[in-house]
């Protein structure tokens, strides 16, 4: 197969250690699902995902960029952008913490017209949050959401997950896989036409040509285990037939199975008082567990790779418990963002569009309940109270025998004036808007406390 040694050998001296652990763990899925099984095709992936990471360096766009790096990659005549030397420097000279968040909000979202439509990248903060990532690089929300579509990866609500070692080498050997192209053009030994298919174009050609030398180097005796056997189980072939067996066994794997759900309930019920969106509270592993958890752990200053599976969660377990109470003790909250914070209505509705008809609702319902009231009041108000008065005074001896009780209201009832009916309707409309007010409150609260996502 793969081993660590062969992927240093090409990624270089200043590859991340958890990054090569990543891609060695998951190579034998990556033969599988990608039908990494020549050495050809196995040279060309790892060339491209080499060259999209720096050797495997990075795996998110920093945004860190000098005032001439910026001009060189965005400035005018060479981006859509269309970035000046001036606004460059004033970009550059901003601290890195908020250097990322400017600059890509400003060349891949609303500062850029041409990429917002391009990558679907319309909220306040889509350029920053849907910059290039993964060992891929997708960049753009309409390319997360490509991908999510490929790996099952929660990446529009979680775009975190593409800087996970693991989940972002899944999302790369899933995309070279996506249509057959890739591995054609590899066996072809075209790199021309691999880099094209990956990043549109030749950019990072050269470096790719010296990853993909390297690549064919170090995999000089490249042999792919058989794709039929990369997941098989020795044991089973020798698995015992005894029924007391089998029981013991199934009793065991039960008894795992209810370990496993009251672990992820409780990190579940945990993750979701730190405002994350850990999906239903049901106990079972899947993409929201995985992703909220992803996103605490890429939120607190730990160096912890992300479980992406039961497994590794259940291995992660002691560490993971040890961080929330640490969090809890600290009393964290999901970080958010100022305009999340501030709960302008542009970033709500951006976040969570269902916002916009609730609040036309609750205006609307608002303005139907005055109306009423008014109406009424106008309307009936002093002789309604007479007709009342009147109506007590004549029964008030003989309501509880009379036996033409239920005629007399009835008469009672029709004789109420219109204006009584339009008060009760406007109590309706009234009922409505509070209805309508307190969705749009909770959907306001938790855009700014970054529960939705």
Request: proline share 5%; with cysteine.
């Amino acid at each position: 197969m793969i081993t660590a040694a062969q992927i240093k050998a090409i990624a270089g001296s200043g590859a991340r250690s958890d990054l090569v652990t990543a891609v060695v763990n998951s190579w034998p899925a990556a033969v599988q699902k990608a039908g990494l099984t020549t050495k050809l095709r196995a040279c060309h992936f790892l060339a491209q995902i080499m060259t999209e990471t720096g050797g495997l360096r990075i795996l998110s766009e920093s945004g860190a960029y000098s005032a001439a790096r910026i001009s060189e990659i965005f400035g005018v005549g060479r981006h859509s952008a269309k970035v000046t030397p001036a606004e460059a420097k004033r970009i550059a000279a901003l601290p890195v913490a908020q250097r990322g968040p400017v600059l890509f909000n400003r060349v891949y979202g609303v500062g850029n017209p041409t990429k917002m439509r391009e990558f679907n990248n319309t909220g306040p903060n889509d350029g920053w949050l849907y910059r290039g990532g993964g060992m891929m690089q997708a960049t753009g929300k309409s390319n997360y959401v490509a991908m999510q579509k490929k790996t099952g990866l929660p990446l529009v609500a979680h775009p975190e997950l593409l800087h996970n070692p693991d989940s972002a080498f899944m999302a790369a050997y899933l995309e070279w896989a996506q249509d057959g192209r890739c591995n054609a053009a590899a066996d072809r030994d075209d790199v021309v036409a691999v880099r094209k298919i990956i990043n549109g174009g030749k950019n990072g050609l050269a470096e790719c040509r010296t990853f993909l030398a390297k690549a064919k180097k170090a995999l000089a005796n490249y042999e792919a285990a058989p794709v039929a056997n990369v997941f098989a189980d020795p044991e089973l072939e020798d698995a015992p037939d005894e029924a007391d067996e089998h029981v013991d066994d199934e009793a065991s794997e039960e008894g795992e199975a209810e370990r496993i759900k009251a672990a992820v309930m409780s990190v579940q019920k945990r993750l979701k008082k730190m405002n994350y969106s850990p999906g239903i509270i049901d106990g079972c592993w899947g993409s929201g567990i995985s992703g909220a958890l992803s996103g605490f752990l890429n939120d607190r200053p730990l160096t912890m790779k992300a479980p992406t599976s039961a497994e590794m969660f259940m291995d992660d377990l002691p560490e993971i418990e040890a961080e929330l109470s640490a969090a809890e003790a600290e009393g964290f909250t999901r970080p958010v963002s100022e305009d999340r914070r501030s709960g302008n209505l542009k970033t709500v509705a951006a976040v969570a569009p269902e916002v916009v008809p609730t609040r036309r609702n609750f205006l609307a319902a608002i303005w139907a309940s005055i109306t009423a009231f008014f109406s009424a009041i106008v309307t009936s108000i002093s002789n309604y109270i007479s007709q009342a008065w009147d109506f007590f005074t004549d029964h008030k001896d003989n309501l509880p025998t009379d036996s033409g009780f239920l005629e007399t209201a009835k008469e009672w009832l029709s004789s109420v004036p219109i204006s009584l009916w339009i008060a009760l309707a406007g109590c309706g409309f009234a009922f409505l808007a509070y209805n309508a007010f307190v969705g749009m409150k909770t959907i306001k609260t938790s855009v700014e406390t970054g529960a939705r996502q």
